[in-house]
């Protein structure tokens, strides 16, 4: 990876705008949530409050890896501790990989350099937030922590009508469509009226 020097212009402000999104509250959440989520394993905890900390807190792979294994057990079969950036960014592509498949959708995943080189870990709180709530909606036995974290993903309200009712919506117009209710032509006036000259 080439250092990056600072920012300018347009860039700049983008970045910016990619930093007033990360909200120091949902870090502490999650923070506290994955620690529960993977007790029993030396995670540790992050070095300090804040984006830096919480990036290379996370930045090598291993508690994302431990995370969803937590979580859907067999997901990631070799989690390694590596100081190279390649099998960092391989281990964070596998967790990304392994949330795909637990039902997180691309749209919305973090992408592997959000994280790695921490320009948008706004983005990466959204995708753990997405992952916890579908956690717990799951309802599976695996989630650790408390279920309140997290909202709820909506879930489907199937619904079943007798053939008589359906019947009956077919009578009626829809709104959409318009009415015939109280229609008339009062009050309106004629169109190729001559425009009166004194």
């Known amino acids: 990876m080439a250092n990056k020097g600072p920012s300018y212009g347009l860039s700049r402000e983008v970045q910016q705008k990619l930093d007033h999104m990360y909200e120091l509250d949902l870090e502490a959440t999650l923070v506290q949530w994955i620690s529960a989520q993977c007790s029993g394993m030396d995670i540790g905890q992050p070095e300090g409050q804040g984006k830096a900390a919480f990036q290379k807190w996370?930045?090598?792979?291993?508690?994302?890896?431990?995370l969803i294994n937590s979580l859907a057990p067999g997901s990631i079969k070799k989690v390694v501790k590596s100081e190279t950036p390649f099998r960092q960014m391989e281990q964070i592509?596998?967790?990304l990989q392994a949330i795909d498949k637990y039902g997180i959708p691309p749209t919305d995943q973090f992408q592997t350099v959000d994280l790695w080189e921490g320009k948008a870990m706004a983005s990466v709180q959204r995708t753990?937030?997405?992952l916890g709530g579908l956690a717990v909606t799951r309802d599976d036995g695996c989630f650790q922590g408390d279920p309140n974290?997290?909202?709820k993903k909506s879930q489907e309200n199937r619904r079943d009508f007798s053939r008589d009712k359906l019947k009956e919506g077919q009578s009626v117009i829809g709104l959409?469509?318009?009415t015939n209710k109280g229609a008339s032509q009062s009050g309106m006036t004629g169109y190729?009226?001559?425009r009166q000259i004194l």
């Open 128 to 130: 753990l937030m997405n």
């Open 93 to 95: 592509s596998q967790f």
């Open 176 to 178: 959409q469509m318009g």
């Open 149 to 151: 974290w997290f909202p």
């Open 58 to 66: 996370l930045k090598d792979g291993i508690i994302l890896c431990h």
């Open 192 to 194: 190729g009226m001559p």
